[in-house]
């Protein structure tokens, strides 16, 4: 198992930037294979925003953050780069590990391994 903690959210106006930085530790030898982040607005279910292979660096982006969003990682963390922000990006951003062997792919689907997540308010 795999713990996770967010740091970075806040207030921001339109088109400004914030950073969120998580960090995890544990079984991650075993138990990450990729890191991603997730976020759910007020009354909407929970959405994948971006995905990493922890080992390779290959990235992936949901449409609606692409261009706009960096993902990366570290040797026990991964950050989120936010630029160009907008109100419908308002959300609680939630950090996660999914588990994997070396090489093998992995989707939104697969994440396991929460952080109790940090919010994220945009203004106009």
């Known amino acids: 198992q795999v713990q996770l903690k967010e740091s970075g959210g806040g207030s921001v106006k339109a088109g400004g930037s914030l950073r969120l930085s998580c960090r995890f530790s544990g079984n991650t030898g075993n138990d990450v294979n990729c890191l991603g982040w997730f976020r759910q607005a007020s009354g909407k279910g929970r959405e994948g925003v971006a995905r990493i292979y922890w080992r390779g660096g290959a990235a992936t982006y949901a449409s609606f953050v692409q261009g706009r969003f960096t993902i990366s990682s570290g040797p026990d963390t991964v950050s989120l780069e936010m630029d160009l922000l907008k109100p419908e990006d308002s959300a609680i951003y939630y950090c996660?590990?999914?588990?994997?062997?070396?090489?093998?792919?992995?989707?939104?689907?697969?994440?396991?391994?929460w952080g109790r997540g940090t919010r994220v308010t945009v203004f106009s």
């Open positions: 996660a590990a999914a588990a994997g062997s070396l090489g093998s792919t992995c989707s939104f689907d697969d994440f396991g391994d």
